[in-house]
């Protein structure tokens, strides 16, 4: 959605797909000795993204970090979809750990001294998950945070004579819980002891899985205080655009353990209600765009938008215009402080995981499906400005708002081509 400008309605890549008819796609060792294994299944040829674009506004572009929109060999790796570089994961399964054994540089698969411990491996048996020695397996020589890091400061620096964008899709602070020691011993002091997270819920075991989470994010902080510090070194940070977002709300899995950190306040950080579901506090995420001397610092928006924006925002402070038919619509007028902003009819969003679901959102309504894959096609009708938390279902007393909200959602859903993404109550 990010990348193409087209909600996931109409989106080419809707989901993750594992691509498992190609063989044993979840052996880590297969993975790393057969680059077809790798990787997800891949955006089209010719599919117009940020990177086309800004290719064609004679930007030099790249991408560090995780990408899942099409294997190592495929036509969907991100030098062949607008990106003059990448460094990072060609495989969000890969991506389950923060060393593994080998990353990719554009189409160079980069080996690293990582010794193969396979992603969800759980503690030796009979090992002490009190003693932070039985964890030594999940932290290794080469942290591919760190790595991908260097390759972001280094591109920005070869390219300071040009125009650039970096998209930087860090995993950071995806899970499995792996942080550097200092800022992990940083909040073992403040948080005090806890209990050991021994993999019961999925990824690695971890000693002290909250004062992990916390490093993490600690740790991704710093990094972002680096890149600007690079920028204003090399003086290009008053001419730099920054947009920092999230990917979806708070995850469950893992020992992150989101409800005791409130990760979604004022939402509900429990499972199904956060990452992996269109409740608010799935799909409600903070944004921040800095533009010196352009956008008017400390300024708040209530308008509403979605990652299908930035797409048309990024076209129009770069006076281009994308090609076709798109579902985004430029907020570059908000970041301005301008008059003339268009604003979204309604938002809308699918996803065929999470037993399917639908979701729009038009005013202080928002419309919900879950189960679609359970054969419920129950619209639930929510109002945010009464009713934030999402709490009390009143589809049973706006009968009208109720038949409007499933008009959109048989308007925006398109049929999937990707098997993977068909939703058969949906017609697909």
């Not at 430029?330 to 402080?337: C, H, Q, R, V, Y």
């Not at 009464?386 to 009143?394: H, K, T």
Request: glycine share 8%; charged share 20%; net charge negative.
């Amino acid at each position: 959605m990010l990348l193409t400008g087209m909600h996931s309605g109409h989106a080419q890549i809707r989901g993750n797909d594992e691509w498992a008819d190609r063989g044993d796609v979840w052996n880590f060792e297969a993975m790393n000795n057969d680059p077809n294994l790798e990787g997800q299944r891949p955006l089209k040829p010719g599919t117009q993204t940020i990177g086309t674009l800004l290719q064609q506004a004679g930007y030099k572009t790249a991408v560090v970090g995780k990408w899942g929109l099409g294997g190592p060999l495929t036509e969907g790796i991100p030098n062949k979809q607008g990106f003059d570089f990448f460094y990072g994961y060609n495989c969000q399964r890969q991506a389950h750990t923060y060393f593994p054994q080998h990353l990719w540089k554009n189409t160079e698969k980069v080996q690293l001294n990582n010794k193969m411990v396979a992603p969800h491996t759980k503690l030796s048996q009979g090992a002490d998950p009190q003693n932070p020695d039985s964890y030594s397996d999940f932290w290794l020589t080469d942290y591919a945070p760190d790595l991908m890091q260097k390759e972001v400061i280094q591109f920005i620096k070869e390219n300071k004579a040009h125009p650039f964008f970096m998209y930087y899709a860090t995993p950071i602070p995806h899970v499995p819980l792996q942080a550097p020691k200092n800022w992990v011993d940083y909040y073992v002091k403040k948080f005090g002891d806890e209990k050991p997270y021994t993999g019961d819920q999925g990824y690695f075991p971890q000693r002290y899985p909250r004062a992990c989470y916390a490093a993490m994010v600690s740790y991704f902080d710093e990094q972002v205080g680096e890149i600007v510090s690079a920028l204003k070194e090399l003086g290009l940070y008053e001419n730099t655009i920054i947009m920092f977002s999230s990917d979806n709300g708070p995850t469950f899995n893992g020992g992150t353990d989101s409800p005791w950190f409130d990760s979604a306040r004022p939402f509900k950080s429990e499972r199904g209600w956060g990452k992996a579901n269109l409740r608010e506090g799935g799909i409600r995420i903070p944004m921040i765009v800095q533009w010196p001397g352009k956008i008017e610092p400390g300024q708040t928006t209530e308008l509403i938008s979605s990652h299908y924006d930035v797409l048309p925002t990024i076209a129009e402070i770069l006076n281009i215009t994308p090609q076709g038919s798109i579902d985004g619509i430029s907020f570059a007028p908000t970041l301005l402080g301008k008059k003339n902003q268009k604003k979204h009819e309604f938002l809308y969003w699918e996803f065929p995981s999470s037993s399917g679901q639908q979701a729009v959102r038009f005013g202080d309504w928002k419309g919900l499906r879950s189960n679609i894959l359970k054969d419920s096609m129950q619209i639930h009708l929510y109002n945010l400005k009464d009713d934030i938390r999402e709490q009390n279902d009143v589809a049973a007393l706006h009968p009208e708002t109720v038949q409007k909200i499933e008009a959109i959602f048989n308007q925006q859903h398109t049929p999937a081509e990707n098997q993977r993404f068909k939703i058969k109550q949906l017609g697909d």
